[in-house]
């Protein structure tokens, strides 16, 4: 069973920064991919980033692009979202997910552990 805890969320006003961190407790979590999603109060969880299990792919949602990186540090079990230019639109809970294989895609279905989640609050 792999253990997802994220953190680094919080309240930031509208053109913040903030980096989330995903730790994970398996010493096999560099061999998946990694993704972040999101769910907002009344909305479905939404794919918002993901990397493969070396950092060579990545990919976001067009919503993201250009303001987010996704990162990750496989000798501390850790994956990152560096989120910059805020907006409100981006508020929500932010959860980290395992992948159930290497390569990195969108749907939710694909990854198999997820973490408690993290808020973020962005105000205008």
């Known amino acids: 069973q792999v253990q997802l805890t994220e953190s680094g969320g919080g309240l930031v006003q509208a053109g913040g920064s903030l980096r989330l961190s995903c730790v994970g407790s398996?010493?096999?979590?560099?061999?998946?991919?990694m993704a972040w999603f999101r769910q907002a109060p009344g909305k479905e969880r939404e794919f918002v980033a993901a990397i493969a299990w070396n950092g060579g792919i990545t990919t976001y949602v067009d919503s993201v692009k250009g303001r987010f990186t996704i990162s990750r540090d496989n000798t501390k079990n850790t994956v990152y979202l560096q989120m910059n230019s805020l907006k409100p639109e981006d508020t929500a809970v932010y959860y980290c997910?395992?992948?159930?294989?290497?390569?990195?895609?969108?749907?939710?279905?694909?990854?198999?552990?997820w973490g408690q989640g993290t808020q973020v609050t962005v105000s205008s």
């Open positions: 997910a395992s992948h159930r294989t290497w390569k990195p895609t969108m749907y939710v279905g694909d990854y198999n552990y």
């Open positions: 398996e010493r096999t979590f560099s061999t998946y991919a």
